[in-house]
């Protein structure tokens, strides 16, 4: 008579290949994200238009014809625009892998799949509200008849990096808020943070010189320049980029590390 032993996970498994077998998964929790997202909301999806148009509008009055601020040469709002683009993700990814481990507690306590799944798969759901924008954005530019060049080819590439600005920083905090659950309030703060001390608002040509090469060390900065130089043609400091990119690889391979380090307790604590 056969024998089935049920386990947690076998020391001989490979994660990385897990995360291939364990792809219906993935892609079952990733649509559950989607369709949730808005249900029980009275406008649904058009959230995700009302949100970006708001701040734009907001952030178009405040630093465009209060503080007149240099747009050079491109209309203020598509400027705001495409720096909400990528913010817009950066912020929704970040706050939903966050809290991604807690959300799906009864699942981890339930079953052995690569914990890795759960948060990755909040950051893919995250895209629904981008390509939203992104289908306003170019109704917008339409209306200033401003068409972008060769260089918006290279979009799907800045969008790629702002998915692993967005993931390092959310396996970092979404493994050590499994344990406390106070960083659940520190997430909207670093959010409403992060808004004002990248180029969103504003354009990276009005911080000063001296203060360049620390701008940078935000992530976000080379994002959302990149997003500014496919979209709009916006001259961009590859230096900056470059530091903006590091900074990128490194969080995420803080963030990752940390996750796996903390994974064998998520389900004990959950």
């Keep these: 008579m056969s024998e089935v032993i049920l386990e947690p996970g076998r020391v001989d498994r490979n994660y990385w290949l897990d995360l291939w077998r364990y792809r219906e998964l993935f892609q079952v929790l990733a649509w559950r994200d989607v369709a949730i997202r808005y249900k029980q909301t009275a406008i649904g999806v058009a959230w995700a238009v009302i949100r970006p148009v708001l701040t734009v509008l907001i ?6 014809r209060i503080a007149k601020l240099p747009s050079h040469g ?9 720096g909400m683009l990528p913010w817009t993700f950066f912020a929704t990814a970040l706050s939903d892998a966050a809290n ?23 950051v893919v759901a995250a895209f629904v509200d981008f390509f939203i924008s992104l289908a306003v954005m ?11 060049d060769w260089r918006v080819v290279f979009l799907p590439l800045f969008a790629l990096v702002a998915v692993l600005a967005s993931l390092g920083p959310g396996l970092w905090i979404t493994a050590v808020n499994v344990r406390y659950r106070d960083f659940r309030y520190v ?12 180029p969103v608002g504003f354009s990276s ?7 360049r090469l620390v701008y940078a060390l935000n992530p976000m900065v080379g994002v959302i ?8 043609g916006a001259a961009i400091d590859w230096r900056e980029l470059a530091i903006s990119l590091t900074v990128v690889a490194i969080s995420l391979w803080i963030g990752l590390a940390q996750f796996r380090k903390l994974e064998k307790t998520f389900a004990d604590v959950l």
């Design 187 to 198: 997430i909207p703060f670093l959010v409403q943070f992060g808004l004002y001390v990248s």
């Design 59 to 64: 952030f178009t009055i405040v630093f465009g």
């Design 100 to 122: 991604s481990l807690v959300s799906n507690a009864n699942l981890i306590g339930k079953v052995y799949f690569p914990r890795l799944i759960v948060p990755v798969a909040t």
């Design 225 to 232: 320049d990149g997003f500014r130089w496919c979209l709009l």
């Design 205 to 211: 040509s009005v911080i000063p010189a001296q203060w």
């Design 74 to 82: 491109v209309p203020y709002p598509l400027l705001v625009f495409a």
């Design 138 to 148: 170019a109704v917008v530019m339409a209306w200033y008849r401003f068409a972008p």
